[in-house]
């Protein structure tokens, strides 16, 4: 468990996992996880003050490439 909880999205190709266990705000963490692991999300934040602590992601692509997001985000959040 990565301590990044997450509505179980419906009929949507998104999901907007909570990441405030991790001790970065929304705009940092995206920043951070873009340059050191090259997995793209959006900060919550762009999506209202009720977004802040989350981030967007979308997995519209094959479950191969949505695996090695999900390994590479696992790296970045046990570094974070």
Same mark, same amino acid.
């Given at each position: /468990? #990565? ?12 999901? $907007? ?8 705000? /929304?705009? *940092? $963490?995206?920043?951070? #996880? #873009? ?19 989350? *981030? ?6 094959? #479950? ?6 999900? /390994? ?9």
């Amino acid at each position: /468990d #990565l301590g990044l909880h997450c509505f179980e999205p419906r009929g949507a190709f998104y999901c $907007f996992p909570n990441i405030t266990s991790t001790g970065l705000s /929304d705009e *940092v $963490f995206a920043e951070r #996880l #873009l340059r050191e692991e090259k997995v793209v999300v959006v900060p919550g934040g762009a999506f209202g003050e009720r977004g802040r602590g989350h *981030v967007r992601a979308c997995y519209a692509t094959s #479950l191969e490439k949505i695996e090695e997001a999900g /390994d590479r985000i696992a790296r970045f959040v046990e570094r974070a």
